[in-house]
């Protein structure tokens, strides 16, 4: 298959002329303004190591970026991981993580943002909801507690220090919930569910395959589809498949030649569509820069069916780099949104300066079906 050439035109949609070391995009929808929203977070200018102390909002009508207006929702040390909801009325919800460089819990919190009057809530701390019916603030111990509960063992997770709550797409059912995961480096994910947005969460399920902190997954048919992260520089994204909620799945299966990124899937054409970076030696995509992609590949997926050269759609390059994308469909089209990374493709693997990103892009990829 051909590669791709439309995110050459992408257009940026951090604020470039504050900002360098962008990540995290995350996207929402607003149907009845055509609004996107993008939660992410932006870096100091001129630092391009871990973007972590400010969480910021950028809007703009969905078709065409134009006239960008920016949001600042928080700037303390060690905000983190932004997620983003769709409330509608020109309303979105921006969750993120709070002292995240810290060591032991930490809250998980929430603003929200309406975008016809420009105003900001306050603070709120999102909430679990345990299986007991008590309600206590979400954080790492009551993950692994219940890990635990069903049988995980939590010795090997004492090192982890935060949640990962924005590694992963939120959705919403006609059931009247909001789905999501969370998870921590080289823990089992957690599926959890709300009705309130967010506000209270109660956990359902486990995907019992341990993850680099990402995992993504949609309902489809009766079905869950997922996608997760390994450590490994190569081979490291897997597809798996549950029928039963949540209680089961199936043995994951390779999408062949994925490199280490933050893999993506939603419901499209009465399939899915999962995205992952690929490692293509032609393109200069280079394996052991853990944070630096060139490729991504796109694919369809209906039932029977697993993500490789047969249901394989679309593959994008971009020689700027294309790290953490974020995927949505706006009524049929796919938009897509993703780190730069232009400087961390200079260096090899141990220069401090190799999990750099440089802004957060954005395009309209169409219809791929």
């Not at 921006?94 to 420009?118: A, C, N, P, R, W």
């Not at 589809?225 to 897997?238: C, G, L, M």
Request: glycine share 8%; hydrophobic share 30%; aromatic share 12%.
């Amino acid at each position: 298959m051909q590669q791709s050439e439309i995110l050459n035109f992408s257009q940026q949609i951090s604020n470039g002329l504050k900002e360098t070391s962008a990540d995290g995009a995350s996207l929402a929808f607003d149907s009845k303004y055509g609004i996107m929203f993008c939660a992410y977070m932006p870096g100091k200018q001129g630092n391009y190591g871990e973007s972590r102390g400010r969480i910021s909002l950028s809007y703009f009508p969905a078709s065409q970026p134009t006239n960008i207006k920016f949001v600042e929702i928080d700037e303390s040390k060690g905000v983190y991981c932004p997620n983003i909801l769709g409330l509608g009325d020109g309303k979105v919800r921006i969750i993120y993580e709070k002292d995240s460089v810290s060591e032991g819990d930490h809250q998980t919190v929430y603003k929200d943002f309406d975008f016809l009057t420009e105003n900001l809530s306050d603070e709120q701390v999102v909430m679990l909801k345990k299986e007991d019916g008590s309600i206590v603030p979400l954080c790492s111990t009551e993950q692994f507690n219940y890990l635990q509960s069903k049988g995980y063992s939590n010795q090997k997770y004492v090192h982890t220090e935060q949640i990962a709550f924005g590694s992963h797409t939120i959705f919403r059912l006609e059931d009247g919930y909001v789905y999501g995961a969370i998870t921590s480096y080289w823990a089992e994910p957690i599926l959890y569910r709300s009705k309130d947005n967010l506000a209270t969460l109660e956990f359902f399920a486990i995907c019992p395959y341990s993850a680099q902190y990402e995992l993504d997954y949609k309902f489809t048919n009766g079905k869950i589809k997922a996608v997760f992260r390994t450590p490994s520089e190569r081979n490291s994204i897997f597809y798996t498949e549950s029928v039963d909620n949540g209680k089961t799945w199936s043995e994951p299966y390779l999408i062949k030649d994925s490199v280490p990124c933050r893999p993506r899937v939603i419901n499209y054409n009465n399939g899915v569509l999962v995205v992952a970076n690929h490692y293509n030696k032609e393109t200069g995509n280079r394996p052991e820069i853990q944070q630096a992609r060139t490729s991504v590949r796109t694919y369809l997926v209906n039932d029977g069916e697993v993500p490789n050269e047969k249901t394989l759609v679309k593959e994008l390059y971009s020689k700027c780099g294309i790290v953490n994308v974020c995927v949505t469909d706006v009524l049929g089209d796919v938009y897509f949104a993703y780190s730069t990374s232009e400087l961390a493709l200079e260096y090899q693997n141990g220069n401090p300066k190799v999990r750099g990103k440089d802004a957060i892009r954005y395009v309209k990829l169409g219809d791929l079906s």
